[in-house]
């Protein structure tokens, strides 16, 4: 072997010197001293080249010994006989190879240890279930009702014509079609409700209710959530919509919800989707076609993880009907936005969560105009003080009567325990490699109540696993192959977890709202009347409040009058969501039946009387009987009695239970009432409200007294003709500045004479525009008939409105319509001339019903041909007349204002009397 190596270095040094004597002859060749130098270099390079073989060969050789002589010491020392020789196939590993071994036993013994460790917490963890038995919280179900919807869907609208058809069809291209849609109309001045029944026309799934009174989108939700019938509810705004799965893909997701073991952990109020903003001009069938991929990521959403914020919009979630209605629904005082937020953060502070279905459901339509943009600094207000209140503790007035957990304390208190929860988590399992006791020692630690802010199994399992990491100390390949132990560990004790962090006792119990006293007024002449009896039971320590019905019943100052006293109230909509109590109640007539039904039978009464100002009988719709009569000064003593000894009785709601069954329209839609299809000239009518503040207006009736009555004094004065004043036109000698016609036979039957008459102002009822050409200085207001129609709660019930712009009532009598007329222009003093307030009906006319036709001159006003031979009228009923003669003088009085008869005879005497000669000094 050495001879053969010689060889080959005796090969490289030949080659090495052929090298240097071609390059010293190279040089030579161009320059002496250039050759001396190549010779040199030359033989340098091929000297270190032959060194460095040299020592290359040398260093493998002295290695090949080396091992050698390791491998024969380790055989001698393992074999006490003495050293044998070894063959070179046998030679001994290199050092590496040794190492390599070394970490495999290594590896196998860690394996081993860890899956020792990992049996052990595992009987740990079995030991520690017995003493952690866990108690689900029963599910929620969702009641099957027979001819109910499964799903009610609240649609609030107001003045949004342009996109409520939209919406509907929306609701209508549904995958999921056993639903009912209750569309609210929050008083709509421009023909939304018109467009809305049209879009939705022979569809038995819509239902139609109109407030009588703008009072907001909480008011307008609300309303539909106490007309809902369906055990889930969803709610959408009219100008937005849904995509044609949205009911169905979240009605999927509560059933699993439902289906769900581990739910039974938490207390769900529904779930949620996501929706995208988009354009306002945006269609439903470009938004469907622009959406292609509709999958989103979503998490549980509850009180601490949503950090006090909104967790979505109003169309999200899809609720269980009864717990929205146990939190009373949207708070209707915030009117400028944070109606949604503040919903949810109130069932979410009663312990509740919000499961998500990872489903884009729906779009929000971004408008140029909203309330958001249009008020901005009011919504920044309402979202600090939402702020402030999840920081704050709990007001009790928010607590669920059967809140599965109350959040009392500020968010803050909780955000620090579920952080604490986390390390609980990882220092548990740590703890189960040691014993159950120190397991258990570890879950006992856990905040009380803390599943409803920390969910084990996405939460806490995170921790776990890595408290399982440290414990066995394996690298990732190494847990892979005890993936089964592992995993069995982690949700051993994710469910150990759970158990320990059950649901605790609510912390602060709930109680239902009670009051001592409620009272119920229908107009600002009641609530003035009521409020010292009020004062005087707030005084003596009495808990009272007032409970509005004008989004049901009309705008008759109700609030307004409240607030000037300084007295609580509640809308009718929050009472009967809230399942208000009191243990007696306060009315005055005239009342609608809305109010006579929400008192339970067997309730102590109050009816609180002037015997000064006393209101007749509504013959057709007489108030209850059960009552105690009281006069103002009487009536705190009365209810006081009546708070001493009886129990408390829950404010009811005939109209969220229809008597033709749950799918029946809401009964109190006033389609009879009102004209849907012609908006009233709300803005130009606007215009006029208080212009006349301060001054006087004489109203002139057409009875025969007119006759005996110097006209032509009232030439400079403002004036409201009405009816037939055009036989007196020549007469009088000047225009009236106001002409005002009611009645349907005077309009169809005079309509040339009526447009040919002239005043400043002509004002008739939007269901005439069709019989009169609209000028510059006609108006056309809504005329509500709900006194004339008898399935009306308000049918023979005499109301006045103090909002004329909006809507009239009509009171048997068109001077009952110029009184609301003149209160709104802002009049002070109103004298009534021409109000004779006497009929006869002739033998010799031909009666059908209510309507008359006369066979001859007409004996009741002051023109023979005013209602003369061939023309037909109506029972004037004066009976029913005195009922609004009266309403309209005490509301003119609550407001300190007057009515004057001035009539010269007659025989009115509701107002009091004033010399019509002496009214002109």
Not at 201 to 213: I, N, P
Not at 649 to 665: C, H, L, N, Q, Y
Not at 691 to 716: A, F, V
């Amino acid at each position: 072997m050495y001879s053969v190596l010689w060889r080959k270095r005796r090969l490289i040094f030949l080659l090495a010197g052929i090298a240097v004597i071609g390059l010293a002859i190279a040089g030579a060749a161009f320059a002496p001293w250039r050759g001396v130098l190549l010779t040199l270099a030359a033989a340098g390079a091929a000297g270190l080249a032959v060194v460095g073989v040299i020592l290359r060969t040398a260093g493998r050789k002295i290695a090949e010994l080396s091992a050698a002589l390791s491998a024969a010491n380790t055989k001698n020392s393992d074999n006490p006989s003495g050293p044998a020789p070894t063959p070179p196939a046998a030679a001994a590993p290199a050092k590496s190879a040794v190492r390599d071994e070394s970490r495999a036993i290594d590896k196998s013994e860690d394996l081993r240890e860890a899956e020792t460790l990992l049996d052990r917490a595992l009987a740990n963890v079995r030991a520690a279930r017995r003493e952690h038995a866990h108690e689900r919280r029963p599910l929620p179900t969702i009641a099957e009702h027979d001819g109910a919807p499964q799903i009610s869907v609240v649609v609030p609208m107001y003045n949004e014509r342009r996109h409520v058809a939209e919406t509907i069809e929306s609701l209508r291209r549904q995958t999921f079609k056993d639903f009912e849609a209750i569309i609210v109309d929050d008083a709509s001045t421009d023909g939304s409700m018109a467009v809305a029944m049209g879009a939705a026309k022979d569809d038995d799934r819509f239902h139609f209710a109109r407030h009588a009174v703008n009072s907001g989108l909480s008011a307008a939700r609300n309303t539909g959530l106490r007309l809902a019938c369906a055990p889930l509810i969803t709610f959408l705004d009219s100008d937005d919509f849904f995509f044609p799965d949205a009911l169905e893909t979240r009605l999927t997701a509560i059933k699993q919800l439902v289906k769900n073991d581990t739910a039974a952990d938490r207390a769900y109020a529904g779930v949620y989707c996501r929706l995208i903003t988009m354009p306002q001009n945006i269609t439903l069938d470009e938004a469907e076609r622009r959406i292609k991929r509709r999958d989103v990521s979503c998490k549980v959403v509850d009180f601490v993880n949503s950090s006090g914020e909104c967790p979505f919009n109003a169309h999200a979630p899809m609720l269980f009907t009864e717990i929205v209605r146990a939190h009373g629904g949207f708070d209707e005082t915030l009117r400028f936005g944070c109606e949604d937020w503040d919903l949810w953060q109130r069932i979410m502070r009663n312990g509740y969560a919000f499961a998500p279905t990872n489903r884009l459901s729906g779009v929000y339509r971004r408008k140029r105009g909203s309330m958001v943009k249009d008020t901005p600094a009011e919504h920044l207000d309402a979202a600090k003080m939402l702020f402030d209140r999840a920081r704050a503790p709990v007001n009790v007035e928010d607590v669920s009567e059967n809140a599965p957990f109350v959040f009392a304390e500020g968010l803050h208190a909780y955000e620090d325990r579920a952080r604490f929860m986390k390390r609980t988590a990882q220092y548990a399992v740590i703890n189960a490699f040691a014993n159950a006791n120190a397991l258990n020692d570890t879950l006992h630690a856990t905040p009380a109540g803390a599943a409803a802010f920390v969910d084990p199994a996405d939460d806490m399992r995170p921790f776990v696993e890595a408290g399982i990491r440290r414990a066995i100390a394996i690298d990732e390949p190494s847990i892979e192959k005890l993936q089964m132990k592992f995993d069995a560990l982690t949700n051993g004790v994710v469910d150990l977890l759970r158990a320990s962090i059950a649901l605790s006792a609510p912390i602060a119990k709930a109680q239902r709202q009670q009051y001592d006293a409620i009272f119920l007024p229908q107009s600002q002449a009641q609530v003035r009347a009521m409020a010292s009896a009020a004062k005087a039971l707030m005084k003596d320590g009495r808990r009272i409040v007032f409970v509005t019905t004008e989004v049901e019943t009309g705008d008759q100052g109700q609030r307004a009058a409240i607030a000037a006293e300084g007295l609580p109230s509640l809308t009718f909509n929050r009472a009967c969501l809230m399942k208000i109590g009191a243990r007696a109640f306060a009315v005055m007539r005239p009342y609608s039946s809305l109010i006579r039904d929400a008192i339970p039978a067997g309730a102590k009464i109050v009816e609180i009387e002037r015997a000064d100002r006393p209101v007749s009988y509504p013959d057709e719709n007489a108030p209850r009987e059960d009552v105690t009569c009281a006069s103002p000064e009487e009536a705190a003593s009365r209810l006081a009695s009546f708070i001493a000894s009886s129990d408390f009785a829950e404010i009811g709601d005939r109209i969220s239970t229809p008597a033709d069954g749950p799918s029946a329209p809401a009964p109190y839609v006033i389609s009879k009432e009102e004209s849907f299809h012609q908006a009233p000239d709300f803005d130009a009518i606007a215009t006029l409200k208080d212009k006349w503040r301060g001054e006087r207006c004489i109203i002139i009736g057409n009875g025969p007294s007119i006759n005996k009555t110097d006209l032509t004094k009232l030439r400079k004065e403002f004036t409201f003709a009405v009816n037939g004043i055009f036989y007196k036109k020549a007469e009088m000698g000047f225009d009236p500045t106001f002409y005002v016609v009611e009645d349907s036979s005077v309009m169809k039957e005079n309509i040339d004479a009526i447009k040919a008459y002239q005043g400043e102002y002509k004002l008739f009822p939007t269901l005439y525009r069709k019989l009169h050409p609209k000028e510059d200085n006609v108006f056309f207001f809504q005329m509500n008939r709900g006194f004339y129609e008898q399935e009306s709660p308000s049918f023979c019930v005499p109301r006045f409105s103090v909002d004329a712009a909006r809507r009239v009532y009509c009171g048997q009598s068109v001077t009952h319509i110029n009184l609301q007329l003149a209160y709104y222009f802002g009049f002070s003093e109103v004298y009534l001339i021409g109000v004779d307030f006497s009929y006869v009906i002739p033998e010799s006319a031909i009666r059908k019903g209510d309507i008359i036709l006369s066979t001859e001159d007409d004996p009741n006003h002051f023109h023979g041909d005013y209602f003369g031979k061939g023309k037909t009228w109506k029972d004037p009923k004066l009976h029913r007349v005195k009922l609004n003669y009266e309403l309209a003088r005490d509301m003119f009085e609550a407001d300190e204002r007057k009515v004057y008869n001035a009539t010269k005879g007659g025989a009115l005497e509701v107002f009091e009397r004033a010399d019509y000669d002496a009214i002109f000094g």
